[in-house]
């Protein structure tokens, strides 16, 4: 890595720790560009050479708090025996991490998130490699990805190659999963879902399970 690449990915550090230790303590809705910037000991004028609004900012600052999910992830691989074990693993991984911090994960990844920011994920593990580096490429290659669409999708790519579902039925699996996820994380946010994390997660898969089992090409587990 050159030096001039050394030195902005440094830069970006310090603004990134200072508007997540805003975050951790006084929630998104507490940011702004003042407090970001005085916490990192420089002016909002430099933050601004660095990030091109404050939605920018909060959005790779964010991506923090997935520490929680990506550290969890190996508990939930370790014993997996395939890819159809592994989509559902990792989607339980996920789901309750999302569902116990709706508003960070939302802000990440919520239906409704514009992405005008591309290669913000891979920018921000390029800063943060030591956030991924214990992880297997294959998993590094799907949480590198911006769009949670995509993200999913090379999970499922997996379940194809061990001929657990067809090639052209995955983006439909992919968009009715993501619509059940998006749907259970939005009734959290809004208040309406009553129940805990592992109701809604539990929930999550249940309702996964069922679609998984009309596209299965072969009989097989789908509780692990």
Known sequence: MNHKLLKKNRMLRYFIDAASEIIEKDGVE???????ADLAGYNSATLYNYFENLDHLISMASLKFMKAYTDDLHNYLKECPNSLCMVLKIW???CYHSYASPKIYSYIFGKNVAKPFPNNTRQFYDIYPELLNSLPPDIREMLTQDDI??????LLQRCVKENFFRAEDIN???????FIYQGILAEILSSKFQGSVQDAVEKTLKYFR???KIYLLKECNLVY
Do not use: D, G, P, S
Not at 30 to 36: F, L, M, N, S
Not at 172 to 178: A, R
């Open 30 to 36: 507490a940011i702004t560009v003042r407090k970001v």
């Open 172 to 178: 439909e699996i992919n968009e009715i999963t993501l």
């Open 210 to 212: 069922k679609i998984f």
């Open 92 to 94: 339980e991984c996920f």
């Open 149 to 154: 669409y995509f993200r999913a999708l090379i």
